[in-house]
């Protein structure tokens, strides 16, 4: 009798580690700052940024008003970026030790920031001693760790008598992910960064690459991760790059992966550098008509990663302009209204510039002066800064660092930005749009002036019931939208926000 009680709780407690986790409490827009170690902060003097650098630097995180970090790659690797990894469960000396990661933890987590890795596991480092052992012995139990052809294929490299599978480059060999072997070394990275480290999740590096050109298996395996991920640690937040289109990204975000960076609003052929492209003249228009696709085509339950650059992309100022500091705040303000959590690339706050080759990407954050600034990543053909450095723009109310502050805390203020369903109502402005914004009880109008010429209306006739003007923001903080509801005439600046109320 009791051995029957016993198998039946056990088969309760199997069923219900089996069914699907999906994230806990909907928590009211994180959003995050990417951090590139080697280029942020240098702690000890060798001019490589490295994690007791980024704690020295979370205050200023925190003030950002961002709610998490993600850091780009800490495991051990070869490589100055580290997407090929020889350890999955250390830090690369470079950048410091295990225990630096749980004082920075520990000290983000005092300062309400959370903090994610990035982990690639589509592919390890060619000096991972599983791949040396695999390639040195094809008896080794590794072996089966990777995917093996006996002749030349699309995306293989040559080994011995073999080829392997490495899509990107064949310092990266792709990993088995069919090998239950490897995915029980998943689990035990999992476990050991969620459990015993105590982080707060992931980012998952390249997942349309983890059976190329199979989504449906792409998406099963996203399932296993996420599964296994939130049976480990049932809060975690996991977001997936899958560089893909809209539609592609809306099948993705099917999957049990809490978020999914959407491409299509970042880069300069991106939603946000269209609407403040030149030759719209319809900027309004055009951002009511983004904010209406993203809306139908994204699955509610999946939370949408909108951002405007990334180590992989240009910088923003490079679609904005170096001499229109207002567009490169507009197309932030932009970005601020979008529904989920955002990502803020390190330095990008600042209007930091660089494209074309990656290391140009990823150049070192600009504190003060280039004295105090890290080494460039190498392979970097061009250190370059457009604006002033964090110092200078701290001190000036209109600089481009303090309007970030300023649109960040539009989203605190107001968490149905971040999380409730939009609706684009219509008006025959082709300069602004309005969009009302409810999530739980909470009923938002936004009315948005991307465009460069200021625009009077008046709201009432679009959106009855909205009279409080509760919050707005401008480029300029010499100027103001003015709202006069006896004649309910509301005048908005260019490049202008407007937060309504009931
Ligand atoms: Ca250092």
Redesign the pocket.
């Known amino acids: 009798m009791k051995r029957r009680i016993l198998s039946t709780l056990l088969s309760l407690l199997l069923l219900f580690s089996l069914l699907p986790s999906a994230r806990a409490e909907a928590e009211p827009g994180i959003d995050w700052y990417e951090v590139f170690v080697r280029s942020f902060s ?9 994690l007791n ?1 980024v704690r020295n630097k979370l205050d200023y995180v925190a003030s950002l008003g961002v709610g998490g970090i993600w850091l780009m790659p800490v495991m051990p690797s070869p490589s100055y970026h580290k997407y090929d990894v020889t350890d999955y469960c250390a830090i690369d000396p ?1 950048y410091g030790s295990l225990d630096d990661l749980r004082q920075l933890l520990e000290e983000a987590h005092a300062r309400g920031l959370r903090l994610i890795l990035d982990l690639p596991i589509n592919h390890c480092s060619s000096l991972h001693p599983w791949f040396l052992s695999a390639a040195a012995d094809p008896a080794s139990p590794y072996r089966d760790y990777f995917n093996w052809s006996s002749g030349p294929a699309d995306g293989y490299a040559p080994c011995g008598e073999s080829w392997y599978e490495c899509r990107f480059v064949d310092s990266m060999p792709d990993l088995n992910l069919d090998n239950p072997a490897v995915r029980e070394e998943i689990r035990a990275i999992f476990r050991f960064w969620l459990e015993d480290v105590g982080v707060d999740g992931f980012r998952l590096d390249a997942v349309t690459s983890y059976y190329t050109g199979r989504a449906a298996d792409n998406i099963d395996f996203l399932d296993w991760l996420a599964d296994t991920a939130h049976a480990v640690a049932p809060d975690c937040f996991l977001v997936a790059e899958a560089w893909e289109g809209l539609d592609a990204i809306a099948r993705y975000a099917q999957s049990r992966v809490d978020s999914f960076f959407t491409f299509p609003v970042s880069q300069s052929e991106g939603y946000i550098a269209k609407v403040l492209g030149r030759a719209n003249r319809h900027p309004g228009r055009s951002y009511g008509e983004y904010t209406s696709l993203l809306e139908a085509t994204l699955p509610e339950g999946s939370i949408p990663a909108p951002f405007l650059e990334n180590h992989d992309t240009g910088r923003t100022v490079g679609f904005t302009g170096r001499s229109d500091p207002d567009k490169t705040k507009m197309a932030f303000g932009l970005l601020a209204l979008m529904r989920g959590d955002l990502f803020l690339y390190y330095g990008q706050e600042i209007g930091m510039v660089g494209s074309g080759e990656d290391p140009n990407k990823r150049i070192g954050m600009l504190w003060t002066s280039e004295e105090e600034t890290t080494l460039p990543p190498p392979g970097t053909t061009k250190v370059e800064y457009a604006y002033p450095s964090v110092a200078e723009q701290e001190g000036d109310p209109a600089s481009i660092l303090n309007y970030y502050r300023a649109a960040l805390a539009l989203r605190r203020q107001f968490p149905a930005i971040a999380w409730g369903r939009s609706e684009v109502l219509p008006c025959e402005f082709d300069e602004i749009c309005l969009i009302r914004r409810a999530h739980e009880g909470e009923e938002l109008l936004l009315i948005v002036n991307p465009s460069a010429s200021p625009v009077q209306l008046d709201p009432a006739q679009y959106a009855p019931g909205f009279e409080t003007l509760a919050a707005s923001l401008c480029t300029d903080p010499e100027l103001a939208v003015i709202w006069q509801p006896e004649g309910t005439r509301l005048r908005m600046p260019a490049r202008s926000i407007a937060v309504f109320t009931h």
């Open positions: 240098d702690s000890d003097g060798d001019g490589i940024g490295d650098g470079e």
